[in-house]
Structure formats: structure tokens, C-alpha cells
């Protein structure tokens, strides 16, 4: 538990922790790789370990190293991740093998993609959160790429099962826009005969398919007139170990950037803050809101847009958010809610279904949070209006929940009296550091 008492001002500059969906992608793309892959910027929390324990179960060799001298950003001792790459045939693992993959759906989700390409059966079970989240997404196009994958009790969850094997190309049309389904598919592709093709709705984040191509993949992704995006994976990759730079992630650093905007007498910047078009929709929600936000030294790392932003107390007011834009904030809809309880007017949230199947049912949980927190909130099927008002100290149970943890933290800055955050631990899912960086401002 953790009481949150709101500060007299909030100043300062954080470079915020390693992006976890890209921090995932390099474990999984360096163990399937020939050679070695170095990666600087590495996000150490509990989600990106557990994808690291499983991989090291498949006799993937991976070492902590410390790099000195100074690193492009200007730092040194910097601990460098170095991952022993085993190609696309080498993982090993004797039929039945348990992989854990604890409260992470990208670890489960991509994860199973490769294991398509196995020779062996592997059985993947998670936490109480992650078996309630479903499968049947991923189950679906990997059975019509030919692999067995049995959901245990025959209800779409976890316990899965899959029988490796030699995956069939398909063409798969997504209902939803879910990187991590696609994620799957593709790598599921890498070991087919044929070229792979995926379509989803709206292009969700493409670091997946950024990463493969830097480590020699030959794909490429046209969007079509309606905005749908086809992703196309051709056979015949051999995947290369490469250096790979961690951007910081927008998903951590939306936590301050809403701070930075709700506090008074606040100004906040976050370095080298990834900004990736498919991922940077709260930068222009908080444009529509009008919030003070400067986007500046836009660079190219790896093939990952990074910036450093710097945000200023702002008076806030009602926006709408919808369509394509969700996919582009997904994870940061919490502390996007938490930003309309302060805004002057009405926010709506709409097409924002998926929110239903996160870590919790992030929809209801939000509502009733913002509603003990005295602000008047009318919950829909797939989104929400929020009617902006004044936040008011209150308990909250963040369910196990990172993201709510750590949103409604952000209204315990501005909240006329304290806030309390009941089991606040859960932070370690994707940013242990979470409440020292916040310390560290105030
Ligand atoms: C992620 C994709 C998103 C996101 C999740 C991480 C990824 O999930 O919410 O936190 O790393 O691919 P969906 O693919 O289910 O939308």
C-alpha cells in the first residue's frame, strides 16, 4: 500500500525505462537468430523476464554484460543484454516442456509463434490475470497454419499446448488490430514455405515487423485505402543477430507526461522517449486537449523514431477518441482517462472494446475508480464518457494491474486529499522504477 499525498510542484528531466514491446521482441528475435545480438536499453521488469526465463529454458544462453565508455546517449557502464542466438531450428526442449509466462501476454502470444516452428510439444501455462485473458486469437490462425494448439480445458485460455511442427502459409484477416496476434502469425510464417500474408483492420504497432527486417527478414506492409494494413512475410529468412537500441517507453512515459500536464507549477522532460507513428496517439491527444507539449530532436535509432518531450501544467479540456486512433494508445487509455477527470467538459472513449481483456477489465475498472474518486463517468460497452470535474482522494485497488497502479497514482498528484494505492507492487510488471522516477521529480 502506498499513500499519495499530492507535491507543491513537479520538476525535472527522467529518461524513462526500455520499451517492454520491444524489449520482448529482442529476446525473442536474438534466441531465433544466427550469432549474437547485443541489446542496450533493456527493460529488466517482471513481464520482459519472464519472456527471458522461457527462452533460457529452450537453451538460449543469455548474459548480462557491462559496456564502458560512452554510449551514444551520452552515458557509460551501460548493461548491455547479450543474447546467444540458436537460428530458427535450435531451440531445444523435450516434448511436454512448461513455459511460465507468468502475467505477460506478449510472452505467451509471440512466444507461441515460434513454438509453431518447434519440434517439440510445449505446454504454456500464467498467472491467475493471464488465464482469464483469451486465446482462442492466437489458436485460431495457428490451427489453420496447420499446428495443433489445444487450450486445456476446451475454453479458449491458457494452459495451451502446441505441437510444434511445420507451419502452413496463410492469409489471415484479423478481425481486431492486435500486434500480438499478428506478432505470432509472422513469426509462425518465418518457418512456412510460402509467403505469409496478415491483415488487420487498422495497423497496429509495428515493431515486430521492424525488428525482423533489421535482422534480414524480407517483408514489407502497404496500407489499403480503408486504412486496413496487409503485412506480407516471405519464406527463406535467415535471421542475423544484430546491436539493438531499446527506445524509452511512451507507454512508462505517459505516466509523467499526464503528471507533468495535471501538476501545477510543473514542468517535466523525458529523453529519448520512443515515438513510433503506430504508438504515439497520446502525444495527439494531448495536443487536442491542449496540453503544453514539445516534441523535440525527433531521431532515428535502429529503425525506432525517438524524441525527447518536455510538458508544462496545462489547463485541459474534453476531447473524443476513437477509431484508428486506439491502437495507437492502447496501453496509456488508464492515465487518458485520468487526464479527462481534470479536463474542463466531456471526454468520450469509444471502439476501446479491448480493453475489456487486458490485465483486468480495464473499462470497469477505471469507471469505478474514477467514480470513488468523486468524478462522474457513464461506462459503454467499448469506451466511456468521462465528465471532467475535480479528482478527490479515495482507495484504490489497482486488481493487479500495473497500468492502473500507476494512472491512478498520477490522480493521487492532484487529488485535493490523499490517495491510497493498495498493493502498488504490481509497478514491477513493466516499470519497477516506477515510484522512485516519480520521487526523483517531486
Ligand atoms: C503489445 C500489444 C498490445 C498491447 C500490449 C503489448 C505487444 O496488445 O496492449 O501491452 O507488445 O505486441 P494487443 O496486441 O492485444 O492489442
Redesign the pocket.
Known amino acids: 500500500m502506498i499513500v499519495i499525498d499530492p507535491p507543491k510542484s513537479l520538476s525535472g528531466t527522467l529518461r524513462v525505462p526500455g520499451d ?2 520491444i524489449s ?2 529482442s529476446i525473442m528475435l536474438g534466441a531465433i537468430a544466427e550469432g549474437d545480438t547485443a541489446v542496450r536499453g533493456f527493460l529488466h521488469s517482471a513481464d520482459c523476464l519472464a519472456t527471458m526465463d522461457c527462452f533460457r529454458r529452450m537453451g538460449v544462453r543469455i548474459e548480462e554484460r557491462t559496456d564502458s565508455g560512452p554510449s551514444s546517449e551520452g552515458r557509460s557502464d551501460e548493461s548491455v543484454l547479450v543474447i546467444h542466438g540458436r537460428g530458427l531450428h535450435g531451440l531445444t526442449g523435450a516434448d511436454g516442456l512448461l513455459l511460465d509466462a507468468k502475467n505477460s ?2 510472452t505467451v ?2 512466444m507461441s509463434g515460434i513454438l509453431a516452428g518447434q519440434p517439440f510439444m510445449s505446454r504454456i501455462t500464467g498467472d491467475a490475470s493471464l488465464s482469464s485473458r483469451p486465446m482462442g ?1 492466437i489458436i485460431r490462425p495457428l490451427e489453420q497454419m496447420g499446428i495443433r494448439c489445444v487450450s486445456e480445458h476446451g475454453d479458449g485460455r491458457l494452459p495451451i499446448s502446441v505441437y510444434g511442427g511445420r507451419p502452413k502459409a496463410i492469409r489471415y484477416a484479423s478481425p ?8 505470432c502469425v509472422l513469426l509462425a510464417g518465418l518457418y512456412a514455405d510460402d509467403p505469409t500474408f496478415y491483415t488487420e483492420p487498422v495497423l ?2 509495428n ?2 515487423e521492424l525488428m525482423l527486417g533489421a535482422f534480414g527478414g524480407n517483408l514489407k506492409t502497404r496500407i489499403q485505402a480503408d486504412g486496413s494494413a496487409t503485412t506480407i512475410l516471405y519464406p527463406g529468412t535467415i535471421l542475423k543477430g544484430q546491436s539493438v537500441t531499446v527506445p524509452g517507453d511512451i ?1 512508462s512515459a505517459a505516466y509523467f507526461l499526464a503528471a507533468g500536464l495535471l501538476v501545477r507549477d510543473a514542468r517535466v522532460t523525458l529523453t529519448h522517449v520512443g515515438i513510433n507513428e503506430t504508438r504515439d496517439g497520446i502525444l495527439r491527444v494531448i495536443q487536442a486537449m491542449g496540453g503544453d507539449l514539445t516534441i523535440r530532436n525527433v531521431r532515428i535509432e535502429g529503425r525506432e523514431p525517438v524524441a525527447d518531450l518536455t510538458v508544462s501544467s496545462s489547463k485541459l479540456h474534453g476531447t473524443v477518441i476513437g477509431g484508428s486512433l486506439i ?1 495507437t494508445l ?2 496509456e487509455l488508464p492515465v487518458i482517462a485520468v487526464m479527462a477527470a481534470q479536463a474542463e467538459g466531456d471526454t468520450v472513449i469509444r471502439d476501446a472494446g ?1 480493453l475489456r ?2 490485465e483486468s477489465d480495464r473499462l470497469a475498472a477505471i469507471t469505478k475508480n474514477l467514480r470513488s474518486m468523486g468524478i462522474a463517468v457513464e461506462e459503454t460497452p467499448d469506451g466511456m464518457t468521462i465528465h471532467g470535474g475535480r479528482l478527490k482522494g479515495a482507495r484504490i485497488d489497482p486488481l493487479g494491474d500495473h497500468r492502473l497502479a500507476m494512472a491512478f497514482t498520477v490522480a493521487g498528484l492532484v487529488s485535493s486529499t490523499p490517495t491510497v494505492i493498495l498493493d502498488e507492487s504490481c509497478v514491477r510488471i513493466s516499470y519497477p522504477s516506477f515510484f522512485e522516477d516519480l520521487r526523483s521529480l517531486t
Not at 176 to 183: D, L, P, T
Open positions: 517492454k514491446s520482448h521482441r501476454g506478449t502470444r509471440l486469437r481486431i488490430a492486435s500486434a500480438q496476434v499478428k506478432s497496429s504497432r515493431h515486430t507507454s491502437p492502447i496501453d479491448e481483456v487486458k
